[in-house]
């Protein structure tokens, strides 16, 4: 699903539950999904993607958070092992084919269920100079 530019960018914004634990805690998968999905939909990479694992204030949100800085802007990813819980964002500066970016989501992290969002950011944004 690609659309005319409208504001700055859109900004895909998903959900996942029912997923494995050790999905969740694999960061090796994590780190491939950063790394690899940016090129798949046309996306450029600027720095490699930092995963990490994390406990935080309360043991049962543990799970692993990940971003990569793409020239479009960015990939995101904090995932809640215990809970089997994923949530995942792609904001750009341009139209990307969310279908497939879905795709490679589903893919990759086997949720039960999910659900997902595009936002048009920006709507106000100046292409141009004033």
């Known amino acids: 699903m690609e659309k005319n530019l409208v504001g700055f960018g859109p900004h895909l914004i998903v959900d996942l539950w029912g997923i494995t634990q050790e999905i969740c805690d694999d960061l090796k998968l994590i780190f491939d999904y950063l790394n690899q999905v940016p090129e798949i939909i046309e996306m450029h ?41 994923i949530f995942l964002d792609i904001f750009s500066c341009k139209p990307f084919n969310v279908d497939l970016a879905l795709k490679e989501i589903i893919t990759r992290f086997q949720p039960k269920d999910y659900k997902y969002w595009v936002v048009e950011r920006g709507l106000n944004f100046p292409h141009t100079l004033i």
């Open 45 to 85: 990479k600027i720095t490699q993607p930092y995963v990490f694992p994390y406990s935080g204030l309360f043991p049962e949100d543990c799970g692993i958070t990940g971003q990569v800085t793409i020239a479009e802007s960015h990939f995101m990813i904090h995932t809640f092992s215990k809970k089997g819980y």
